[in-house]
């Protein structure tokens, strides 16, 4: 036998050894990681953590979060399609409040869609909010439909005029979207009055569908917000 092949046989049986050895580390690595994942260390945790998650979802953030994707139909296989207010009131375990402030971390990627008093129709830059806030997704999971009831009338048709409003968003996406996975993306809440008023000034911070006309908390509570939300679960 040549020396020179005898050299390359000896560095071939080398390399598939190290190979090997390197493998059977990696394998076992790993499953030591799997039966103990407290043993990983932190900021690797938290490098994850971040990747992973936008700054707002929080643990109760992403708590609630989870009970709507579970309770409003986003996994595609159930027939029902949102949540109307007892389903909120269920899930969500929360204060008015505290639910409220929910939509406060969005505002830079949410929009309010305003509408006319008694009145589900879309207009025109409605339409337009809509159609841009779905485009400028940029990777995020799911996109809400939250229309709120007005406290002024009676409270059943307030509460069936929200839900038109969520639907009338919905079905706009439906026609102007070529995503197949829409029903999986989606999630929709009509809220009751008991959800109406909110505090703070959204028309001054939030962008709507109606620049420059009047919008004020009346308007607000008988809109439609929508929003890309960016948490893992």
């Not at 829409?182 to 909110?198: E, I, P, R």
Request: charged share 30%.
């Amino acid at each position: 036998m040549k020396p020179p092949f005898i050299v390359a046989t000896l560095s071939g049986l080398a390399f598939v050894g190290a190979s090997s050895l390197y493998v059977e580390r990696e394998v076992s690595a790993a499953k030591h990681r799997l039966a103990h994942p407290e043993a990983v260390p932190e900021e690797a945790k938290a490098a994850v953590a971040d990747h992973a998650d936008a700054e707002y979802c929080t643990p109760q953030f992403k708590e609630v979060l989870a009970r709507v994707v579970q309770a409003c139909g986003l996994g595609g296989q159930d027939a029902r399609r949102g949540c109307e207010p007892v389903d909120v009131r269920s899930f969500a375990a929360i204060s008015d409040d505290d639910f409220n402030a929910l939509f406060d971390p969005l505002v830079k990627r949410g929009a309010i869609v305003l509408f006319d008093d008694n009145s589900d129709k879309l207009d025109d830059p409605a339409k337009k909010l809509i159609s841009e806030r779905w485009d400028e997704r940029k990777g995020a999971r799911y996109f809400f439909i939250v229309a709120r009831a007005s406290k002024r009338g009676a409270a059943n048709y307030n509460e069936q005029l929200s839900q038109r409003r969520a639907n009338s968003v919905f079905f706009h996406l439906e026609e102007t979207s070529a995503d197949k996975e829409l029903d999986k993306k989606v999630g929709m809440l009509w809220l009751g009055s008991q959800y109406a008023q909110l505090k703070q000034d959204y028309c001054g911070t939030w962008t709507h569908s109606r620049p420059g006309k009047k919008c004020n908390d009346e308007a607000i509570n008988r809109s439609a917000f929508v929003s890309w939300v960016d948490c893992r679960l």
